[in-house]
């Protein structure tokens, strides 16, 4: 019996180290033959230089400019590597910013630098083909601009390898929603539920990767060579769109659906909006322009159309494309599918029964209850369906819950009204800030007539005033209650008794979310008071928790204190 075990795990032994060498040899084929070619650039003989004028900076015709608050307006003309080539020179300084809070915020999450480096080349893998799936003239925008880059970083990859993974991690982003805070949220009103009638849009992004990185917004305004001039809403280097306008009053915002983790690299979701914005003037055109290109994660795109008067949602999946439209005068989306083609599809059966109890479904209910409060919807009701952080009827729920409108993690707010080409975008704190108008009409009109002013049409008298009662009392809170739950998940680790003062104080910053009594609970358990940390664990319990499985986490550490 000895000799046959031996024997078997010798045979064990062997195929295990097969499986080792054809894992490591196949990870070695894959990564020597990703796509890394370089695309060719169209770049004037005569490189221009940056010049300071008059309170702004140009490179050739384009412009950047501070804004107010956290705002930068960026102009950007000509053809795609000169777009490009414009957008690093005049923003190297922030790309560099934002890269490094980038970088800086992974490494806090995962702070093995062997495991980072391994990650590097899983990236590279994964995005192996994701050059091919992004159209031309963007990856020429992209390359140009990467040559801005800093070297610092290139331990993770070439520069332009870089920047285009950085297109894609928004994507990866929303598949692990369910493991980042991931919640966006946006809706459409019209018609009688609208305070004019006519079509207003509100939404908020919530892509988080820590306060440093969402510290400095771009205002963006293209005048492309090809297709529609159009404004977007992101960070420094981004050519992809995440919230935008285009001259003919088309609007694209993007929000995260139920997506299993991809196993290959497509086309990303911005690229994809940024394509129906340059290109499509209504909800059709933009439907036909998504259902032409593939994606690698599930994300719904709400488009508002000035031509249509409506707005719709394109729900896009590796699996499929469809159109969403309401027979009413509001449209809601939050991050789950709602056209019949996809729940009548028996393959969605998991992902629909998923929604359920899901904190998408909820702030869903929650859009919906609080515009059928402030019908017909202004402005200013808008901006405040965008501020609000309670629960259904108005119930407290906690501060940063992912069940909230407003999580205080929103990377910017923006309010459209196609129909008179008026963007209104959130300065800091996240979407509390004052919201500065835009007049993208007047905008347009003067470069219409040929002009290249780098000033940006303001309409000050339209801007919609910050929640100062927020920023003054809710911001410091929600600020002490994130600085005091990383010292608590310090203390876990380590396994560190801290002052009972703290702990106390700790409680009462932020008494109705769960989180505050699971992390409390861990510590306890962590220093071997059971008794409270069982405690702790069942007022968790109690409170309104918006995934299932953490509901079910912290009932098994429950039971296990009890048993």
């Not at 796509?35 to 003989?45: H, M, N, T, Y």
């Not at 440093?212 to 917004?217: R, V």
């Not at 960070?235 to 285009?246: E, I, R």
């Not at 993007?254 to 290109?279: D, G």
Request: with cysteine.
């Amino acid at each position: 019996m000895k000799r046959v075990l031996i024997r078997i795990a010798k045979y064990l032994l062997l195929i295990f180290t097969g499986f080792v060498t054809l894992t490591v040899i196949t990870g070695v084929i894959l990564y020597k033959t990703a796509e890394r070619s370089l695309p060719q650039l169209d770049l004037p003989g005569i490189t221009p230089e940056l010049a300071e004028m008059d309170g702004y900076t140009s490179f050739g015709s384009s412009t950047l400019r501070r804004g107010q608050g956290d705002l930068w307006e960026l102009h950007l003309r000509g053809n795609p590597s000169v777009r490009g080539l414009a957008l690093g020179e005049l923003c190297r300084e922030m790309m560099y910013r934002q890269e490094s809070a980038f970088i800086n915020e992974i490494r806090r999450m995962i702070p093995s630098e062997r495991y980072l480096s391994f990650l590097k080349y899983i990236t590279i893998i994964f995005n192996r083909n994701l050059s091919a799936n992004i159209p031309l003239e963007y990856k020429q925008e992209i390359y140009a601009a990467s040559f801005a880059c800093s070297s610092e970083f290139d331990f993770i990859g070439s520069a332009y390898e870089r920047q285009l993974n950085y297109h894609a991690a928004h994507d990866l982003g929303h598949a692990m929603q369910e493991y980042m805070l991931v919640g966006c949220s946006s809706f459409g009103v019209w018609g009688a539920k609208s305070a004019d009638s006519s079509l207003l849009i509100g939404r908020n992004f919530d892509f988080y990767v820590g306060d440093e990185f969402a510290k400095e917004k771009v205002v963006s305004f293209i005048y492309p060579d090809k297709g529609y001039r159009f404004a977007s809403v992101s960070w420094a280097g981004m050519v992809g769109v995440l919230s935008g306008m285009n001259e003919k009053g088309v609007t694209v915002t993007l929000n995260a659906a139920k997506s299993q983790p991809p196993i290959a690299s497509k086309t990303p979701i911005s690229i994809i909006a940024r394509e129906i914005l340059q290109y499509a003037s209504t909800i059709d055109e933009a439907f036909e322009i998504a259902a032409g290109m593939e994606a690698f994660v599930s994300e719904s795109i709400l488009i508002g159309s000035a031509k249509d008067g409506v707005a719709a949602i394109i729900e896009k999946s590796p699996g499929g494309t469809n159109l969403f439209r309401v027979d009413g005068d509001m449209i809601i989306s939050t991050n789950h599918f709602q056209s019949k083609e996809f729940l009548n599809n028996t393959k969605n059966r998991k992902s629909i029964e998923s929604i359920e109890g899901s904190h998408s479904l909820y702030r869903y209910k929650r859009l919906d209850q609080l515009i059928a409060e402030s019908s017909p919807v202004t402005l200013a009701g808008a901006a405040a369906t965008l501020r609000d952080y309670r629960g259904l009827g108005n119930k407290e729920i906690g501060l940063t819950n992912e069940m909230s409108i407003n999580q205080f993690i929103a990377h910017h707010a923006v309010i459209f009204q196609p129909e008179s080409l008026m963007m209104w975008v959130s300065s800091s704190d996240w979407q509390l800030g004052k919201m500065v108008a835009y007049d993208l009409g007047a905008l347009f009109s003067v470069q219409e007539s040929g002009e290249k002013s780098p000033l940006t049409p303001l309409r000050e008298e339209l801007a919609i005033e910050a929640d100062s009662a927020a920023i003054a009392g809710t911001v410091p809170i929600v600020r002490e209650f994130r600085e005091g739950a990383i010292t608590i998940r310090d203390a876990v680790k380590e396994k560190r008794v801290i002052e009972r003062a703290f702990t106390d104080r700790f409680l009462i910053v932020n008494s109705q979310y769960y989180y505050t009594y699971e992390l409390l609970g861990d510590y306890y358990l962590a220093i071997g008071e059971r008794e409270l940390a069982a405690k702790h664990y069942g007022i968790a319990l109690e409170c309104d928790i918006p995934y299932p499985a953490t509901r079910e986490m912290i009932a098994k550490k429950l039971k296990s204190i009890k048993r």
